[in-house]
């Protein structure tokens, strides 16, 4: 089974994705995670998620991009649940960090997007159950074009995962 969270910032999506792969059964749980610290907000981040998971036996696999490669750092995947967090902060390291996708994701977008959705659906592939999390971001007319860019691979590559997902949950952040 594939979920795939959605959820604007800080609306509570990972913590839906948890309370999903815990209530799944498996040998292994895996946590993927893709984000890469460059600050001190960042490390906040991280070690805020590692709290909320602390206790629920996720082994923890760190792996920026080129996602599907996380499935050699694991055993007994076929009877395990991984939670990927998150598409955002992939599509991000594989727009900047992924030697071979930097230049691919403003020559064509649409096959970047196409190998990033295939990297995913590899990785769901060779385990059990997967829960995925990722953002929705709206555009605003005063971002740069890196950052347009960024926001509609984003959600190209969430339109491609949602047509192999069996179940796409969306979270809003509860407004005052």
Same mark, same amino acid.
């Given at each position: 089974m594939?979920?795939?969270i ?11 994705a ?6 799944l ?5 895996y946590y ?7 600050d001190?907000d960042g ?12 206790g629920k036996?996720?082994?923890t696999i760190?792996i ?5 490669n996380a499935?050699g750092?694991m055993e007994d995947k076929?009877?395990s649940v991984?939670?990927l ?6 599509v991000?390291?594989?727009m900047?960090e992924?030697?071979?996708?930097k230049e691919?994701?403003k ?5 970047f997007?196409d #190998?990033v959705?295939?990297? !995913?659906r590899?990785l769901t592939?060779?385990?059990k *159950?997967? =829960? $995925?999390?990722?953002n929705e971001f ?5 971002s740069d074009e890196m950052?347009?860019?960024?926001i #509609?691979?984003?959600s190209? !590559?969430?339109?491609?995962i949602?047509t192999?997902a *069996?179940? =796409? $949950?969306c979270?809003?952040k509860?407004t005052?």
């Open positions: 594939i979920y795939l959605i959820g604007t910032n800080s609306s509570g999506k990972s913590l839906e948890e309370r999903i792969a815990c209530s059964e498996a040998i292994r749980r993927v995670a893709t984000m890469l610290i460059y001190e490390r906040k981040r991280v070690e805020k998620h590692r709290k909320q998971r602390e036996g996720f082994e760190e920026p991009f080129a996602i599907d499935l750092r076929e009877k991984v939670l967090e998150c598409i955002s902060n992939l991000g390291n594989e900047y992924n030697p071979e996708r691919l994701c020559l064509n977008p649409d096959l997007a #190998q959705a295939a990297d !995913v590899k592939e060779g385990v *159950d997967t =829960v $995925i999390v990722t709206v555009a605003d007319k005063n950052t347009r860019l960024y #509609q691979l984003c190209m !590559v969430n339109e491609r949602k192999f *069996d179940k =796409v $949950i979270i809003k509860e005052a």
